[in-house]
């Protein structure tokens, strides 16, 4: 499902289960659920406002590949944002690649995620001709 589709709750809980998760991942303990509330609400506005057209699994993706490249071992804006930027370049590579003809070359999780974004092309698509 895209981020623009979920509404505000929904959201903020999967952006606290994003960060629970990263923190785990990053071996930081933080007890403090009013800190985890802050994060996950800047994740949701981040993500509601710049990644609005992006599957939740892409941001999980980000978020696993961010954690395990990333030589700052500290959840902030400014990293999720450098994570989420590099998924949205993978895609977009993804796509050109696929244009090509060089499928080959997508990485098996970018793939996925261009079938979910072409299903939901089609359906907007439909929706537009029908409308």
Same mark, same amino acid.
């Given at each position: 499902?895209?981020?623009?589709?979920?509404?505000?709750?929904?959201?903020?809980?999967?952006?606290?289960?994003?960060?629970?998760?990263?923190? %785990?991942?990053?071996?930081?303990? #933080? =007890?403090?659920?009013?800190?985890?509330?802050?994060?996950?609400? &800047?994740? +949701?506005?981040?993500?509601?406002?710049?990644?609005?057209?992006?599957?939740?699994? %892409?941001?999980?993706?980000?978020? #696993? =590949?961010?954690?395990?490249?990333?030589?700052?071992?500290?959840? &902030?804006? +400014?990293?999720?944002?450098?994570?989420?930027?590099?998924?949205?370049?993978?895609?977009?590579?993804?796509?050109?690649?696929?244009?090509?003809?060089?499928?080959?070359?997508?990485?098996?999780?970018?793939?996925?995620?261009?079938?979910?974004?072409?299903?939901?092309?089609?359906?907007?698509?439909?929706?537009?001709?029908?409308?």
């Amino acid at each position: 499902m895209e981020i623009r589709n979920i509404n505000k709750n929904d959201l903020e809980l999967l952006c606290v289960d994003i960060i629970t998760q990263a923190l %785990a991942d990053l071996g930081q303990k #933080d =007890n403090d659920p009013e800190h985890k509330v802050m994060l996950a609400q &800047s994740l +949701a506005k981040d993500l509601k406002n710049r990644y609005a057209f992006f599957p939740m699994e %892409a941001v999980k993706i980000a978020f #696993d =590949n961010g954690i395990r490249d990333s030589e700052l071992f500290v959840l &902030s804006a +400014a990293n999720w944002c450098k994570w989420l930027n590099k998924m949205k370049s993978e895609i977009w590579e993804g796509w050109y690649n696929f244009e090509c003809g060089n499928h080959h070359v997508i990485q098996p999780h970018i793939r996925d995620i261009m079938r979910q974004q072409s299903t939901l092309l089609v359906e907007y698509n439909k929706k537009r001709l029908i409308n």
